[in-house]
């Protein structure tokens, strides 16, 4: 017997990865576009703070 109630968020916060290196930053900014398309995608907001 399951107890817990499993909810669906929602918003989520995401942390980027700040200041890059040149040729470094790419990659971390499509891995975060990717991830907020993806809860977007199931009407979850989405806060993105790149510090």
Same mark, same amino acid.
């Given at each position: 017997? +399951?107890k &817990?109630?499993i909810?669906?968020p929602m918003?989520?916060? $995401?942390?980027g %990865? *700040?200041g890059?290196?040149i040729?470094?930053? *790419?990659? $971390?900014? &499509? !891995? *975060? &576009?990717? !991830?907020?398309r !993806? $809860? %977007?995608?199931?009407?979850i907001?989405?806060?993105l703070? +790149?510090?």
């Amino acid at each position: 017997m +399951n107890k &817990y109630r499993i909810s669906t968020p929602m918003t989520v916060l $995401f942390l980027g %990865s *700040g200041g890059q290196k040149i040729g470094q930053a *790419g990659e $971390f900014d &499509y !891995a *975060g &576009y990717q !991830a907020i398309r !993806a $809860f %977007s995608a199931r009407k979850i907001k989405t806060v993105l703070v +790149n510090p």
